[in-house]
């Protein structure tokens, strides 16, 4: 009789394995996306180059052709070469204080964004608590809440512009208060949830230890809805950027991503609006890591394993 050794694939390093697992499915459907891309910016900036080389009388080939449609000055759909080129250059080759510079004007709508996610998360949490007590609120005022998001925000924010420019209110503020609008609504129905989250049985335990109505919302209503409401928050930030970005299309203000994509769009600068598109991308990205990584630290220190 005789044996035969089965020789057992050696597991991968761990770098290696993190890098299939992690970075090799983005990269594929990055990949997917740039070359859709570019096939869609080849066909739509098509008529426009090959027009050109009509009015101008020069002879042209394929490779001419699909030259001209990643190129252009201003094409219908830019390349994504074209993007990151305008992208690095608004940010590299101005101060940081120059109206030409990406960051300052991601300055200007972050403070606003920042303000308004302040302003609408504790307005959320408020209105939430209030509803889980008051019993009336819930029936009262909930229904309303919902109708409020049924606006379309294009409409709401210019006369929120207007009245509260109306009264003396400018800067700042009105666009805040647009974003504080937007972002107040998930807060509020994730805090409802989370506060409502815990069953009976746990209501029951805290009454059979005397607890009191403040006790029961901070040692076991509270740490219920901590999950809830980071939840709602990662959602809450990246709404209240569209809200600033929103709120600064009607003023006519010449500071921030939305004056530059209102800017862009008057002058046919389809590269430059792209950019700042990528730029406000870049910026809810990087509020709502922030956000999570305030959740770690959170939960770390209410002593949860994550």
Not at 1 to 18: E, F, G, K, Y
Not at 93 to 104: A, V
Not at 249 to 270: D, N
Request: charged share 10%; with cysteine.
């Amino acid at each position: 009789m005789t044996s035969s050794a089965v020789t057992l694939p050696r597991p991968l390093p761990r770098s290696r394995q993190w890098l299939i697992d992690r970075v090799a499915p983005v990269l594929v459907v990055v990949g997917a996306l740039l070359v859709i891309w570019y096939v869609a910016a080849m066909l739509m900036n098509a008529t426009m180059v090959r027009d050109s080389f009509e009015r101008e009388e020069t002879p042209y080939g394929i490779a001419d052709l699909i030259a001209g449609t990643l190129s252009g000055e201003r094409p219908v759909l830019p390349a994504p070469h074209q993007i990151v080129a305008s992208f690095v250059d608004s940010v590299v080759n101005y101060p940081p204080d120059s109206p030409r510079s990406l960051i300052y004007h991601s300055a200007v709508t972050l403070s606003a964004t920042l303000l308004g996610f302040l302003l609408g998360s504790l307005f959320g949490i408020v209105l939430a608590v209030l509803i889980i007590h008051l019993r009336t609120l819930e029936k009262s005022l909930l229904p309303w809440i919902i109708c409020s998001q049924m606006v379309p925000i294009l409409a709401v924010a210019p006369i929120v512009i207007v009245v509260l420019g109306s009264i003396g209110i400018r800067g700042l503020l009105p666009k805040s208060i647009i974003s504080a609008y937007l972002c107040f609504f998930p807060v509020a129905i994730g805090m409802v949830k989370g506060l409502t989250s815990p069953d009976p049985m746990q209501h029951d335990l805290m009454r059979t230890w005397s607890a009191t109505r403040t006790e029961t919302f901070w040692k076991l209503r509270w740490p219920s809805a901590v999950p809830f409401l980071f939840a709602s928050l990662k959602v809450a930030i990246t709404i209240s950027l569209i809200g600033a970005i929103v709120g600064e299309l009607p003023t006519g203000v010449q500071a921030g991503i939305g004056a530059r994509l209102l800017a862009g769009s008057y002058y046919g600068q389809t590269v430059q609006m792209w950019a700042a598109l990528l730029a406000a991308s870049l910026l809810a990205s990087n509020l709502v890591w922030l956000v999570s990584l305030t959740e770690r630290r959170v939960a770390r220190i209410m002593g949860v394993r994550t």
